[in-house]
Nanobody
């Protein structure tokens, strides 16, 4: 089992910045990839960014050049630095962690989410 707790959300003006944190605990040695999704009211959950245990990253087009995903494996923590925020970035941001059981079955755990609101 892996527990994930997000923090760092809040209210920010357009053009501002926030840094989200996802702290993992439990069976963290089994974590491979991690990532961030977001869900706005009335919309589907969309992938924002992901990062492998080796540090390879990928981003959704709307956030490329503005968001940066990173992780500190020693601290079992992942981050999402969000710059040049836009009202369209308003959503609940959720982190996830992926891995496989000893017999190869994939699993994914989710955090509870943190609210990001971009508004003047």
């Amino acid at each position: 089992q892996v527990q994930l707790v997000e923090s760092g959300g809040g209210l920010v003006q357009p053009g501002g910045s926030l840094r989200l944190t996802c702290a993992a605990s439990g069976s963290t040695v089994s974590i491979n990839a991690m990532g961030w999704y977001r869900q706005a009211p009335g919309k589907l959950r969309d992938l924002v960014a992901s990062i492998t245990d080796g540090g390879n990253t990928s981003y959704a087009e709307p956030v490329k050049g503005r968001f940066t995903i990173s992780r500190d494996n020693a601290k079992n923590t992942m981050y999402l630095q969000m710059n040049s925020l836009e009202p369209e970035d308003t959503a609940i941001y959720l982190c996830h962690a992926d891995g496989r059981t000893s017999w190869g079955a994939p699993w994914r755990y989710w955090g509870q989410g943190t609210q990001v609101t971009v508004s003047s």
